[in-house]
């Protein structure tokens, strides 16, 4: 298992930026491909953003793309998920989760059954 701690959300307005970050520590926690999935009031849990564990290897959600970036400093063991442009839809309680651990692969996925540890979420408001 992997223990994550998100931190760096807040109440912002549209149009400026954001940055958040993830400590893990566990094991694998280095060699783990890292999500971002956020979950708004009501709705249901959506993928968002996942990074390799290298960090050569990024995959964004469509409504995202272009104005969030993933990245990882993997010495540190943190994720960082750099949000610009933020707009009014963006308001949610963002996690970040370590997807499966698997020594053999190193695809990156985007379904949240294939995350097994996630952190405790970090609220991020955006208001018009």
């Known amino acids: 298992q992997v223990q994550l701690v998100e931190s760096g959300g807040g109440l912002v307005q549209a149009g400026v930026s954001l940055r958040l970050s993830c400590a893990a520590s566990?094991?694998?926690?280095?060699?783990?491909?890292m999500g971002w999935f956020r979950q708004a009031s009501g709705k249901e849990r959506e993928f968002v953003a996942a990074i390799g564990w290298s960090g050569g290897s990024t995959y964004y959600a469509d409504s995202v793309k272009g104005r969030f970036t993933a990245s990882r400093d993997n010495p540190k063991n943190t994720v960082y998920l750099q949000m610009n442009s933020l707009k009014p839809e963006d308001t949610a309680v963002y996690y970040c989760a370590a997807q499966k651990w698997n020594p053999f692969s190193a695809d990156v996925r985007a379904a949240v059954n294939e995350y097994d540890s996630w952190g405790q979420g970090t609220q991020v408001t955006v208001s018009s």
């Open positions: 566990g094991r694998t926690a280095s060699r783990r491909v």
